[in-house]
């Protein structure tokens, strides 16, 4: 069972999350927040697998709580629930070891996707919302894409499809289904695919997977 923490200020968005969610058997909402503060607070009782936060929240705001969760309960991956309003934090999330981001407008789908990838040690993080991770981070996307080629050129033909999968979304499980391997080996692929990069975490890589095009637009 995937333990989720939901956190967001407003009581209907939290329903309707809450509600997709509890189609899947085997995702449970083990606490819900009003607030970043009252997030934390609960992550550390409750220890969850995921934490969904919405980066506007008050007392604490969600890319502070997401800092303090990664402090306090480093097991908890945290998954940034945006709008298409919220690109001006999007640089400031990936700094903060954030493990994706998902459109409260997205397709149910891609929560449910998103929530099971990240509790698998992937990353979240649909096309649709790749595209505007990258256009935020600014630069000419023809030589951001160039650059992002030329740096994942030192890779390995099996650890560029590792990258390309988890680009694509899918958990170190589905990954290593699809490949036929043991799910440590993409473990180690990633591990040292981050390392040689110099990447912080798994979504900076899905990041640039996107930008290097290893990972098709829908």
Same mark, same amino acid.
């Given at each position: =069972? $995937?333990?989720?923490?939901?956190?967001?200020?407003?009581? =209907? $968005?939290?329903?309707?999350?809450?509600?997709?969610?509890?189609?899947?058997?085997?995702?449970?909402?083990?606490?819900?927040?009003?607030? %970043?503060?009252?997030?934390?607070?609960? #992550?550390?009782?409750?220890?969850?697998?995921?934490?969904?936060?919405?980066?506007?929240?008050?007392?604490?705001? %969600?890319?502070? #709580?997401?800092?303090?969760?990664?402090?306090?309960?480093?097991?908890?991956?945290?998954? =940034?629930?945006?709008?298409?309003?919220?690109? !001006? &934090?999007?640089?400031? *999330?990936?700094?903060? %070891?954030? @493990?994706?981001?998902?459109?409260?407008?997205?397709?149910?789908?891609?929560?449910?996707?998103?929530?099971?990838?990240?509790?698998?040690?992937?990353?979240?993080?649909?096309? @649709?919302?790749?595209?505007?991770?990258?256009?935020?981070?600014?630069?000419?996307? &023809?030589?951001?894409?160039?650059? !992002?080629?030329?740096?994942?050129?030192?890779?390995?033909? /099996?650890? /560029?499809?590792?990258?390309?999968?988890?680009?694509?979304?899918?958990?170190?499980?589905? $990954?290593?289904?699809?490949?036929?391997?043991?799910?440590?080996?993409?473990?180690?692929?990633?591990? *040292?695919?981050?390392?040689?990069?110099?990447?912080?975490?798994?979504?900076?890589? !899905?990041?640039? #997977?996107?930008? *290097?095009?290893?990972?098709?637009?829908?």
């Amino acid at each position: =069972m $995937i333990k989720v923490l939901l956190a967001d200020d407003e009581t =209907m $968005i939290r329903a309707g999350v809450r509600a997709i969610l509890a189609t899947d058997p085997g995702i449970e909402v083990v606490a819900e927040a009003g607030d %970043g503060r009252e997030a934390v607070e609960l #992550a550390r009782e409750h220890r969850p697998d995921v934490a969904l936060l919405d980066i506007r929240m008050p007392r604490l705001d %969600g890319l502070d #709580a997401a800092e303090e969760l990664r402090r306090v309960v480093p097991e908890t991956a945290v998954v =940034m629930l945006t709008t298409f309003s919220e690109d !001006a &934090f999007v640089a400031r *999330a990936l700094g903060c %070891g954030v @493990s994706g981001f998902l459109l409260k407008s997205g397709d149910p789908r891609e929560l449910i996707a998103g929530v099971r990838a990240v509790a698998g040690g992937g990353a979240a993080l649909s096309p @649709s919302v790749a595209r505007r991770v990258i256009d935020t981070l600014g630069g000419e996307r &023809f030589a951001r894409a160039a650059r !992002a080629r030329a740096r994942l050129e030192p890779l390995t033909g /099996r650890e /560029r499809e590792v990258v390309a999968l988890l680009g694509a979304g899918l958990s170190n499980q589905e $990954i290593a289904e699809r490949l036929y391997v043991v799910e440590g080996t993409v473990k180690a692929h990633v591990s *040292a695919v981050l390392g040689r990069l110099g990447l912080r975490n798994r979504v900076q890589l !899905a990041v640039l #997977a996107h930008e *290097a095009g290893l990972v098709p637009d829908a």
